[in-house]
């Protein structure tokens, strides 16, 4: 059993930690305003009206660090895994959109590690916020 329960906490921490430090970097490095300039504007600007962008850029960069956070505390682990699912539902739209052949690779292992953490019991996610708040009760 502890062999299945580090499995998760493995998976859990390296996915919240992929998304976690890419959000920050588009948080606190790039900042949110250049990040939608450089990134989604230039490269999807004449593709998607504007307020679709902007609201893509913040929502994908904010949901990333604060995801990734609450993966690698383990709080609220479920709706964190929604949210980063909805975020790669996002960028493969995006991309897919722009460039219908692209390396799906940095989208894929994220992807593979979400779905596995879904369909895994959460019984055996123990070491997380979520277990010591449920266990007080």
């Given at each position: 059993m502890l062999n299945k329960?580090?499995?998760?906490?493995t998976i859990r921490l390296i996915l919240g930690f992929i998304f976690f430090f890419q959000g920050?970097?588009?948080?606190?490095?790039?900042?949110?305003?250049?990040?939608y300039k450089n990134f989604f504007q230039s490269s999807y600007g004449e593709l998607l009206p504007d307020f679709l962008l902007l609201f893509s850029a913040y929502f994908t960069s904010l949901a990333e660090f604060i995801g990734g956070f609450l993966l690698v505390i383990g709080l609220k682990r479920d709706y964190a895994l929604y949210t980063l699912a909805l975020v790669l539902v996002i960028v493969t739209f995006g991309h897919g959109l722009k460039d219908p052949i692209w390396d799906l690779s940095h989208v894929m292992y994220r992807t593979i590690l979400l779905v596995s953490l879904l369909l895994l019991p959460k019984e055996l996610d123990k070491f997380s916020v979520d277990f010591l708040i449920k266990k007080d009760k």
């Open positions: 329960q580090i499995a998760v906490l920050f970097g588009k948080v606190f490095k790039f900042g949110l305003d250049n990040v």
